[in-house]
């Protein structure tokens, strides 16, 4: 390695500890999600020292696991989610993940991806952005792109999703260093998220969303994913109808308004 | 606590009000929000994509897209699938021989003399017998008949699942899992069963259809689990393999391996397309299967954590609940009801059912005995075939049964206590079709959350398995 790159900001990788299982109290809650057979486990591994086996074939993790590092001063937990296609049907591994990112509330969700294909992972990528709004992008298999011939331009990837894009071969353990950087960026809010949103080209949709959202704020008027939950209604989503009457909805609100004061803004 | 009850009614009132808004609305946008909206993510996700992804157009030499014409060929496929999987069980039937037979000699023939001997120095006779005759020889017996075939099947396994060969296996059975009317992801919980069904069980998430994945879970535990993957090598190799000429011997007991799992994913088959016939009536789903890219798996890495964390896991497992079990077999071996030891009115009770399907009461009683592992069938067997034999002195000098050749002892063994290629036969068949171990159970009772389809899945299994070796002993009765 050449030598400059230890004492280089981006070298960050000496100021990681990696927790094992130790999570006993932690600063901050990381999720992992991402298309299946994208390298989760493999940077779930990287990152927490963890050996959780890692298989080439989709469907492998369909729990949970956990596991925590330390960065900086502060302390991680790490929750590996299983991988899925989408979040949009109900089937268990999917709705594991969807449950875990809504009502679990990570303060960070690292979303990885698969450089060589990127499209079909953005379809991810963007349903999850509707969720939540703090993110980062890990774009994996970098170098497996690269001998397809195939280039990213992270930043303006960056740029058109609104939130940090680190390229990544994490079989290798490169990009671990700046994964971490921006993981603790975004988790102290030194790094605020813009998230793209998708926007319905349907009138009728639109403005039924836009009603409910309405109706929606004056109950919660901190809560940070009006216009999906709103979707998921119209859609008849009987998991998130059942959230909104028996309170875990309105759990959803609770310190919101402290970390997100521009929050009215998004909705304007 | 009233104290807040105003305002919360208020805001249930609130709520129910913005849900009745919701169900009005819903008429109004129609019934293709789900489409719309993944249309929109879709046109959204290409926008981007093309913004952003260079392709430097150069056309590559492209051997993932020929190895798979090959390995999912539609004449290539299965075949290719037979012979990968043939070489690893022959890998591991050659392979574990020799470490079997040391380990064998080190523990049971060196080790359990010394340790009985002075352990009898200061313990009472009922202490020592317990643990030592009971709780270690079981639990060496597990490991000298487990452990050589798992360090050598589990890395070989692996490799082969993180080069990317497992969704392979899926793309080829798919179609035959459709024509049973079961989920095509059905082939890849049936191979993780390959490992665990308690993880098969819990793989069966990534079937969306709960019908399909009730027939995933059911059928479950036609695949064979790590805990009785050893029984089949072993008795394979001893019966089977020795049918044939020496220097056929370890191919023919991986054929008769193959085919026993050949057997298994044959009643997968069949057993899918009663169920989505009659209980669990209903059409296949479609869905689509991504085939990962061929990754060279990174071999010293693989062969740690398969060694580490596989290997040494199930190993575990098998070890402690071998202890127990073994102190179960040897208090019923030593407990004397009337002038019989509770072993032996067990094994007379269940003989004549043993002999009316071609095995015994020993294998039926270790079988019970084995329900929370699998793992410890064997030693169980031949814990539990000591013991009825009355060969109480074994190993300790007086009439020294085991030699130093682990293999040719066991069968001395076998031999004594009757068995025939018929019973090995059918202990085969019956290790592939009886009730998953208790971890499964309870697995399959926690992702049902149905007493019913636990049951289902319990019995279903036995009964089979039954009624396979009944009729495969009736006929050799009469053939031979």
Known sequence: MNPNCESCAVHNSNHLRRLGLDMGSFDYMVALAGNPNTGKSTVFNALTGLKQHTGNWPGKTVTRAEGGFAYGDKRFKLVDLPGTYSLLSTSVDEEVARDFILFGRPDVTVIVADATRLERNLNLTLQILKITRRAVLALNLIDEARRHGVSIDDRALSRELGIPVVPMAARQGDGVDALLKMIHEVATGSYVCRPRQVKNKNRKLERAVQKLVEQIHALYPVLPNADWLALRLLEGDERIIGAFRNGTISELTRGEALQTPAVEKVYE | MNKSSGPHEENNRAIEELLSNARDLRWTVGDDIHDQLLKNIYEQAADISDKVVRHDGKKRYDWDQKLDRFLTGRWTGLPMMLILLSLVFWITIVGSNYPSAMLSGLLIDSLHPLLKNFFSGFLPAWMSGLLIDGMYLTSAWVVAVM??????????????????????????????????????????????????????????????????????????????????????????????????????????????????????????????????????????????????????????????????????????????????????????????????????????????????????????????????????????????????????????????????????????????????????????????????????????????????????????????????????????????
């Open chain 2, 147 to 480: 452990l050589p075939p798992m360090a050598i099947f589990f890395p070989l396994f692996t490799l082969l699942e993180d080069f990317g060969y497992l969704p392979r296996i899926a793309f080829n059975l798919d179609g035959l899992f459709r024509k049973a009317g079961a989920h095509g992801k059905q082939a890849l919980t049936m191979t993780m069963g390959y490992g665990c069904n308690a993880a098969g069980v819990v793989a069966t998430r990534i079937i969306d259809s709960p019908r399909e994945r009730l027939i995933a879970i059911i059928t479950n535990n036609f695949s064979l689990c790590n805990g009785r993957w050893p029984t089949q090598i072993l008795i394979a190799s001893l019966f089977i393999g020795a049918v044939a000429p020496p220097a056929l011997s370890g191919i023919v007991a991986a054929g008769a391996v193959i085919a026993v799992a050949l057997l298994g994913i044959f009643f997968t088959f069949i057993t899918s397309w009663g169920l989505s016939k009659t209980i669990l009536r209903g059409e296949a789903s479609a869905f689509s299967l991504e085939l990962p890219p061929y990754r060279p798996p990174r071999f010293w890495q693989t062969l740690y954590t398969s060694l580490i964390d596989r290997t040494a896991i199930v190993l575990w497992r098998a070890v402690i609940f071998a202890m127990p079990a073994g102190a179960v077999i040897w208090l019923i071996s030593n407990i004397t009801v009337g002038d019989l030891s509770l072993a032996e009115w067990f094994i007379r009770a269940l003989d004549p059912l043993g002999g009316l399907v071609g095995l015994n009461g020993v294998i039926l009683l270790a079988f019970i005995v084995a329900i929370p592992a699998n793992e410890i069938v064997i030693p169980s067997i031949l814990m539990l075939t000591v013991l009825s034999l009355n060969l109480h002195g074994m190993g300790t000098g007086a009439g020294v049964l085991f030699e130093p050749d682990s293999l040719n002892s066991y069968m001395q063994l076998f031999h004594q206590a009757n068995w025939t290629l018929l019973t090995a036969v059918n202990l085969m068949l019956f290790s592939l079709l009886h009730n998953p171990c208790s971890t499964t159970i309870y697995t399959i009772y926690k992702e049902t959350g149905s007493w019913k389809w636990t049951m289902v899945s319990t019995f279903l299994p036995l009964a089979l398995g039954f009624i396979v070796i009944f009729f495969v002993t009736q006929w050799a009765r009469i053939a031979f």
